[in-house]
C-alpha cells in the first residue's frame, strides 16, 4: 500500500538533541494510534510535517527543519527542534510552532506543553526584566522582601477620586504598592488618565508623610499598540517606577512591546496573568503555568503572579514551588514530568507574586511555604475587608509581616496589635475557596 503519511520520519529514539536546540516537553493521551505515530504527529505538526507525504518536496533541505521525538513513554514526550525553525526574538512566533495547531489534531486525546529549554542562542535576542528581583532594594531600598501590594476592591466601581482616596489610606497603612485590579482599564467612571494623575498625588502625599517608597501597578492593558504605548509614557510621566499588564489577555507581542518601553523608560512590569487557567488548570490538556511564566520573564516582566497554595486560586503546591524556584533562579535542573533544566543566563531572576484570596491570618502559612525574601504579596479583599476600613487593613497586613519576620505567633502579636487582632477577629486562618 502506498505511503500516506510520514509521521515516522519524525521521530528516532537514538537521536541526541544539539545543544543549539530547543527541547520541548509534552503530556499527551492517543488512542487508536501507537505512541510512535502519536509523537510523530507532534512532532510533525508543530515544525514542518503535515498529514500526507509530499513527493515535490526537496527532501534534503526540509529535513535540515525536521522537530525529532526522541524520547517518549505512552504518556509523555520530548522532542527537539532545529533552531533555524524560529524566528529570533519572537515569542508569537515560537509559540505557533510548539503551542500552535497540535492541539487541536484529532489524533490526539489530549496534549499539554509542560516546558521548554531554550538554548543561549536563542535566549540572547532577550533582555529581560530592568530590575527582576532587585526591585525589592533598588525600587523600595528595602533589604528584603516581601514588596506588599494592594488591590483596591470591589474590583469595579469606584470614581478615580474615590480610588485615589483609598489609594493614600492604603500608603499610610505601610503598603508599598496599590494595585489595579486586572478588569480596571478606562472605563466611563474611573478615567485612566484621570486615576493616574489623582494615585500620582497620593503617593507623593504618603510618601512624604510616611519617608517610604510608595508605587503602583497600574493597569496599561489596552486595545491596541498605539494607546498601550501611550498609557505606559503617561505612568512614566507620573514618575512610577512600575506598570502593570494582564499579560495572557494582552497576548506576546504587545508584551514584548511593553517590555521594550519598559527598557527605555528603565520600568518595572508587573504581569497579571488573568485567563491563564483556561488552558493551565489541566494536568492533561494545555500548557503549564510554569512554562508561560518563563516565557514572561524571558520577555522581561519583573514580576509574575504564580499562585499562593493557600489561597482561593487552583494551583498544584509542586508546580507552584517548581514555579517560584524556576523565576528565582539563574539556572535551574530538571524535575520528572514538571520542569526542564534551564539555564537563563543574562536574563535576571523575576519576582513570584502570591496573591488571592490573602489575610493577614493566612500569611504565615503563606511564609513557610514561599519565604519573605523574595517574593511580592497583594492582599486585596484581605486589606479592604477589614472591619476598620483600609488603612487598618493594610496596617494588619503589615503587623502580620513583622510578627513573622519576629517568630512571633499571630495571636500573641495581636494583643498589642489592634488592626491585626481585628482581622483575626473577622478572617481567623481561614482559607478563601
Ligand atoms: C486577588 C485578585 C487577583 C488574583 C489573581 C482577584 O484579589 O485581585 O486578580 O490574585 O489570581 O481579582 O482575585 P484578592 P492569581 O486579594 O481580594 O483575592 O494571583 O492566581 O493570578
Ligand atoms: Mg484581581
Redesign the pocket.
Given at each position: 500500500m502506498r505511503k500516506i503519511d510520514w509521521y515516522d520520519e519524525f521521530v528516532n529514539r537514538n537521536y541526541r538533541p544539539k545543544k543549539r536546540e530547543i527541547v520541548a516537553l509534552f503530556r499527551y493521551g492517543a488512542t487508536g494510534i501507537s505512541s510512535k505515530e502519536a509523537v510523530g504527529r507532534i512532532a510533525s505538526e508543530s515544525s514542518v510535517g503535515t498529514w500526507t507525504t509530499l513527493p515535490g518536496m526537496p527532501v534534503k533541505q526540509i529535513n535540515k527543519l525536521k522537530a525529532i521525538a526522541f524520547w517518549y513513554n505512552k504518556e509523555f514526550a520530548k522532542i527537539a527542534y532545529p533552531l533555524e525553525l524560529w524566528e529570533r526574538g519572537s515569542i508569537p512566533q515560537l509559540m505557533t510552532g510548539i503551542a500552535g495547531n497540535i492541539f487541536g489534531m484529532k489524533a490526539l486525546k489530549n496534549l499539554r506543553l509542560i516546558d521548554a529549554s531554550l538554548p543561549r542562542e536563542y535566549l540572547k535576542e532577550f533582555k529581560g526584566a530592568v530590575y527582576g528581583k532587585e526591585a525589592i532594594k533598588k525600587i523600595f531600598k528595602k533589604r528584603k522582601g516581601p514588596i506588599t501590594a494592594t488591590?483596591i476592591?470591589p474590583?469595579l466601581g469606584y470614581t478615580a477620586e474615590q480610588h485615589a482616596k483609598l489609594a493614600y489610606e492604603i500608603y499610610l497603612g505601610g503598603i508599598d504598592c496599590v494595585k489595579d485590579?486586572?478588569n480596571l482599564t478606562d472605563l466611563k467612571f474611573n478615567r485612566f488618565n484621570k486615576r493616574v494623575e489623582l494615585v500620582a498625588k497620593a503617593r507623593d502625599k504618603a510618601e512624604k508623610e510616611t519617608k517610604e517608597i510608595k508605587d503602583a501597578f497600574i493597569n496599561v492593558t489596552a486595545p491596541n499598540l498605539k494607546e498601550l504605548e501611550r498609557r505606559i509614557r503617561l505612568v512614566h510621566d507620573f514618575g512610577f517606577r512600575y506598570f502593570m499588564i494582564d499579560v495572557v489577555i494582552s497576548g506576546f507581542t504587545a508584551v514584548q512591546t511593553a517590555a521594550e518601553l519598559a527598557k527605555d523608560y528603565k520600568m518595572a512590569i508587573h504581569a497579571?496573568?488573568?485567563m491563564h487557567a483556561a488552558f493551565t488548570r489541566s494536568n492533561k490538556h494545555g500548557i503549564s503555568m510554569l512554562f508561560l511564566a518563563k516565557l514572561f520573564r524571558i520577555i522581561g516582566v519583573d514580576n509574575i503572579?504564580i499562585?499562593t497554595i493557600v489561597?482561593?486560586?487552583a494551583?498544584s503546591e509542586n508546580e507552584i514551588i517548581a514555579m517560584k524556584e524556576m523565576l528565582l533562579s539563574k539556572k535551574v535542573k530538571g524535575i520528572p514530568k514538571l520542569r526542564l533544566e534551564q539555564n537563563f543566563y543574562h536574563i535576571r531572576p523575576i519576582l513570584p507574586?502570591a496573591?488571592?484570596?490573602?489575610h493577614p491570618g493566612i500569611l504565615p502559612v503563606l511564609f513557610d511555604a514561599f519565604g519573605t525574601t523574595d517574593i511580592a504579596i497583594?492582599?486585596?479583599?484581605?486589606v479592604l475587608g477589614h472591619p476598620q476600613g483600609a488603612e487598618a487593613g493594610a496596617k494588619a497586613v503589615c503587623q502580620a509581616i513583622e510578627a513573622y519576620h519576629r517568630g512571633i505567633k499571630l495571636e500573641e502579636y495581636a494583643k498589642k496589635h489592634k488592626e491585626l487582632r481585628e482581622a483575626l477577629e473577622k478572617w481567623g486562618t481561614l482559607r478563601p475557596m
Open positions: 488591590v476592591k474590583k485590579d486586572e497579571h496573568r488573568a503572579h499562585g489561597g482561593k486560586m494551583g507574586v496573591s488571592g484570596g490573602l497583594q492582599v486585596g479583599g484581605g
